[in-house]
Nanobody
């Protein structure tokens, strides 16, 4: 499975971005999908996850309400809508796929990773 994230860029604080992650290979709907991020000098952290059928979503507590994860199984794509962005949201954002039905916040539960897309929020 190959994952390709896109949609990152430079945005002012308070702005919005939508990230996309498209997969190729095995059936997209077989995977729960996730977003993680890693800021310079920090560990990679969980952002959001969505189940195979999109029936359940899971967010990092600090981000819930500003970020929304969704997926389109017909397009093999998962999205991350990010609103009210803050400078501390600056990071490389990675999409990841897990064979579990339901999303997980653990890096160890991810089976495939994309290369990441840079998001920079200016103050």
């Amino acid at each position: 499975v190959q994952l390709q994230a896109s949609g990152g860029g430079l945005v002012q604080a308070g702005g919005s971005l939508r990230l996309s992650c498209t997969t190729s290979g095995r059936t997209f709907s077989a995977y729960s999908m996730h977003w993680f991020r890693q800021a310079p000098g920090k560990e990679r952290e969980f952002v959001a996850g969505i189940s195979r059928s999109a029936s359940s979503t899971y967010y990092a507590a600090s981000l819930k309400g500003r970020f929304t994860i969704s997926r389109d199984n017909a397009k093999n794509t998962v999205y991350l809508q990010m609103n009210s962005l803050k400078p501390e949201d600056t990071a490389v954002y990675y999409c990841a796929a897990g064979l579990r039905r339901d999303p997980s916040s653990s890096i160890r539960d991810m089976d495939y990773w994309g290369k990441g897309t840079q998001v920079t929020v200016s103050s």
